[in-house]
C-alpha cells in the first residue's frame, strides 16, 4: 500500500472508530426559601441535590442568624433575606421552597413568572385552586412544578408496590386504611395552627394518601370529610385556629374502591401499623418496622412478616435533574401531586357542609 493511501486507511480508521463527544448541560444551579432550624430541611434539600449533581447558589431566610448557618454548610453560597432579591439577584434556575403550607402558592407562583423551576415542601398547596394556578402558570413558561414527595421512594411502599400491583399476592384491592397519631396535646408549632398548616390531615396525611394512590389504579369520584374539633384548643397557644382534634377522609373510586383516611390526636388505642391494604386474597399490613402478608388458601391463614427495605428517597431529585436536562419522564409531576391535595381539599368542605362533595379534574 502507498504512503498516501495508508495514510487515508489510517484516518478513515481512526474516524470511524472515534468516540463521539455529546455535549452536556451545566449543572443546575438550585436554592431555597428557608432555612429555618426545625430538621435543618434547608441543608438536607441542597445537600440531595448537590448529590443529584445540582449546585447550590442561593439561600432566602429571613432570620439573619439562619443565613450565617447557611454559609457555613455550604461556603461560598449567596444568602438573602426576601425571595424578591433572590430572584433579582441571583441566577438561580431550581428553587426549592420550604416555607409553612400556606406560603408554597404565592411563593411558587413567584418564582415561575420569574422563570424558574420549583420543588414545594409537602403538600404542594392548601387548596385545588392553588394546585391549579401553580400548574397553569408552569406549563405557560415550559417550567417544571413538583413537590417534594421523596416519600413515594420509601421502603415500605417500594415493597407493597411489588407484591400487590405486580404480583397480585392479595388479588384485587378494594380498601386501603390509613392511620396516623395517637392521644397528645398538639405543639405550639405552626403546624398544630389550621390557617398556616391546612389542618391536621395535612401533615401525614398527605404521605399517607401519595402511598395510597400508587396502588389504587382508579379515577377518584368523591370525598366524605369528618372532623372533630374543639377539644384541645383551650389549652393550645392557637386556641380557634388550632387544628381538628381528628379528622378523616373517605375517598370513593371509580372502580367500587375506596380508602379510609384517619388522623388523630385523640385516639387513645391506635390500630397497628400506619396502612392496611384489603385485597379479595388478603392483606397487606405495613408498620414503620416491617409488614405483614396475609393470604387465605384452602381456607387456611398463610402469614409472612419482615423488615421494610430502605428507603431510595434520593431518587427524587436524580429524576428531577435528569428531567431538567435530559428529558426523563418527571415521577411526581403536579398532576399527581395536586391529586391528594385535591382530596383534602373536598375532605375538609364535606366535613363543613355534611355530606359528600364531587371530585373535579381538568
Known sequence: MGGTQQL????????????????????????????????????AHLTEMQAAGMTP???????????????????????FGTLQEMLAKSDVELVTIITPHNTHAVLALECLRAGRHVVCEKPMAITTAECDAMITAAKKRDLVISTYHNRHWDGWILRAVEEIRRKKKIGDVFRIDLHMGRR????????????????????????????????MDSEITEVSGYAKEGFWAPQTKWKDDTNEDEASAVVRFSNGSWVNLCVTSLDVTPPDGIMNVHGTKGNYLIRTDGYTLSTIEDGVLHQESGPNPKSEGYRFY??????????????????????????????????KSGKAIAAKYG
Open 8 to 43: 487515508i486507511s489510517l484516518t478513515f480508521h481512526s474516524i470511524k472508530f472515534m468516540k463521539k463527544k455529546t455535549p452536556s448541560r451545566p449543572s443546575i444551579k438550585v436554592g431555597v426559601v428557608g432555612y429555618g432550624g426545625a430538621f435543618n430541611m434547608g441543608k
Open 57 to 79: 447558589v442561593a439561600v432566602t431566610e429571613i432570620d439573619p442568624a439562619r443565613l450565617g448557618v447557611a454559609t457555613s454548610d455550604f461556603p461560598g453560597i449567596q444568602t
Open 184 to 215: 397528645g396535646l398538639p405543639g405550639d408549632w405552626w403546624r398544630s395552627s389550621r390557617s398556616i398548616s391546612g389542618g391536621i390531615l395535612y401533615d401525614w396525611g398527605v404521605h399517607l394518601l401519595e402511598y395510597a394512590l400508587q396502588l
Open 318 to 351: 436524580k429524576n428531577v435533574a435528569g428531567h431538567i436536562t435530559r428529558g426523563e419522564r418527571l415521577v411526581i409531576t403536579p398532576e399527581w401531586s395536586r391529586r391528594p391535595i385535591h382530596i383534602l381539599d373536598l375532605a375538609a368542605r364535606s366535613a
